[in-house]
C-alpha cells in the first residue's frame, strides 16, 4: 500500500465542522475545557488542550430574548441581587440578547473577562436559521492558560460596582 494511502492529508476544520462539533457535543468538558476555582473572580475556565487561532472554542449558550425582555430581566436580577449574563448582540438588524444567568451546563457563560489580555473573541454564527454565539481563539491559546474575552462593558454605574472589569 502507498504511504499516502496510510496517512491521509490532514486538513483544517472548516468553520461549519467547528461550529457542527460544539453545538453537537455532549457536554462542554469532551471539548478540552475545566473549571477550577480562582480566588477573585470564582469559577474560571481553563484549556485542557492546545487552541489555535481562528479555532472554535465553546459556545455562548442561553436563552434568545427581545431587547424589552432583556431589560425587565436585568432589572429583576439587580433587585435580587443574582448576577447577570446578558449579552448583547444584533441579528437581521434587530438587537437580541442572550440570557446564559442560570446554569445550563454550558461553560461559555463561565469564561471571565480581560480588556488587557483577552485570548478569545465573540462571533455570531447562524446555523440552521439560528444565531449562536461563540468564543473563538484570538491567538494560539496553550493548555493550562485561562480562557479570557472583552466583554465591552462601558456603562459607568456598572463600571463602579464592578471594578474587576476596568482592571483586568
Keep these: 500500500m502507498p504511504k499516502e494511502a496510510r496517512y491521509p492529508i490532514r486538513r483544517k476544520h472548516s468553520e461549519t465542522d467547528m461550529v457542527r462539533d460544539l453545538l453537537t457535543a455532549k457536554n462542554d ?14 469559577r474560571c475556565i481553563f484549556a485542557t488542550k492546545g487552541f489555535k487561532k481562528g479555532e472554535y472554542v465553546v459556545e455562548y449558550a442561553g436563552e434568545l430574548i427581545t431587547k424589552q425582555e432583556a431589560n425587565k430581566r436585568d432589572n429583576a436580577y439587580a433587585n435580587s441581587g443574582r448576577g447577570c449574563f446578558l449579552l448583547q448582540f ?33 462571533k455570531k454564527v447562524v446555523a440552521s436559521g439560528q444565531p449562536h454565539i461563540f468564543l473563538v481563539a484570538k ?4 493548555a493550562g492558560t485561562e480562557l479570557l ?4 462593558e462601558r456603562r459607568k454605574n456598572i463600571l463602579k460596582y464592578n471594578t474587576w472589569l476596568s482592571n483586568s
Design 29 to 42: 468538558f469532551q471539548l478540552g475545557l475545566e473549571i477550577k476555582f480562582c480566588p477573585v473572580k470564582g
Design 90 to 122: 444584533e441579528h437581521q438588524g434587530k438587537v437580541l440578547f442572550l440570557d446564559a444567568t442560570y446554569e445550563s451546563g454550558r461553560l461559555g457563560r463561565l469564561v471571565n473577562h480581560s480588556s488587557r489580555k483577552p485570548n478569545c473573541y465573540i
Design 139 to 142: 491567538q494560539d491559546i496553550c
Design 149 to 152: 474575552w472583552n466583554y465591552g
